[in-house]
């Protein structure tokens, strides 16, 4: 009998004092599943009273960024704007699918009526934020953005799953790909069950809450399990859970990371950061003043 879990990543925990942020993908073991070349989890947390989530102007190239917050008692919201004028608020049951491709800039920062409710509590944050890779051919094609609220919602044996992108038990979400992509929310009453069908080249589940098993494999908290090819499974939760099931497209050729640099080309990414470096990324309109530097030594990096 085949095992389910082909490989377990545990990643590696950003303490912001605020909250964590938990980055899986991409690791020192492995660097992608299906498009997904970078996977955040953040939160669960409630910001304190004057605080918020300000994350200044940056760079993109030769990718898409995902971005997907969690419903619930921990429900935030995140504004989002870019250098095509996008501006753009996240809110639970919305994807936000910004295309990097030739470059893009943006900035994510907690809405001003979140920094100031009059509740005594700051903006809550609770979510992912996934990048894709681009496939060969497509890396530099022109930056774009989308908004889609319009997903799939399955039912039933105890479990909702929202599709975010691609198709998944028999629904197909809206959202724009550019490779063959999965990607969905799970939730779990106690005793829910829902089947995972063997419908990419690679596939994995991330528990973000409570507990879930595969096969009856039990999922660690946070950590990215990547499931064995071309098999079915069944999900299961005996207490409730959450659950984030993503892959898609094998890539068959390398992909380097560099900071919020993405390229088939070392050299692309060298050209992306002299451009950075030099000003010559266009600016955020709304948002012109503040931008992060070009780090030394990035927190990110693969095949580099």
């Known amino acids: 009998m085949t095992e389910p879990i082909m490989q377990t990543l545990t990643p590696a925990t950003h303490d912001l004092g605020a909250f964590q942020v938990r980055r899986v993908l991409p690791a ?48 935030g919201a995140i504004d989002h704007r870019d250098s095509l004028g996008t501006f753009a608020t996240i809110r639970p049951g919305q994807v936000n699918l910004m295309t990097a491709g030739r470059g893009i800039v943006h900035s994510e920062r907690s809405p001003a009526a979140e920094r100031d409710n009059g509740t005594g509590v700051g903006p809550a944050l609770y979510g992912m934020q996934t990048w894709l890779a681009l496939p060969d051919g497509r890396e530099e094609i022109d930056p774009a953005f989308e908004q889609q609220a319009n997903l799939p919602l399955i039912e039933g044996n105890g479990a909702m799953a929202r599709v975010i992108m691609g198709t998944l038990w028999g629904e197909t979400a809206p959202t724009t790909q550019h490779s063959h992509t ?18 990419a080249d690679e596939r994995a589940v991330m528990l973000v809450g409570g507990d879930a098993s595969v096969d009856g494999v039990a999922l660690t908290l946070y950590s990215l399990a990547v499931l064995a090819p071309g098999a079915a499974m069944k999900l299961t ?44 990324f266009p600016k955020v309109p709304g948002d012109e003043d503040e931008f992060i530097p070009l780090p030394k030594v990035p927190n990110t990096r693969a095949n580099i």
């Open 28 to 75: 020192r073991e492995r660097t992608m599943v299906g498009p997904f070349i970078f996977v955040d989890q953040f939160g669960p947390a409630v910001l304190p009273t004057g605080t918020a989530m300000d994350v200044r102007p940056h760079p993109h190239i030769n990718l898409a960024t995902v971005t997907w917050l969690f419903g619930g008692k921990y429900a």
């Open 182 to 199: 999965i990607y969905a929310e799970i939730l779990f009453a106690p005793g829910g069950t829902i089947p995972i069908d063997p419908c």
């Open 237 to 280: 939760s005996e207490g409730g859970g959450r659950v984030m099931l993503l892959g898609g497209e094998a890539f068959t050729s390398q992909r380097h990371v560099w900071w919020n640099f993405v390229s088939s080309s070392r050299e692309r990414i060298t050209q992306a950061k002299h451009d950075w470096d030099e000003g010559r």
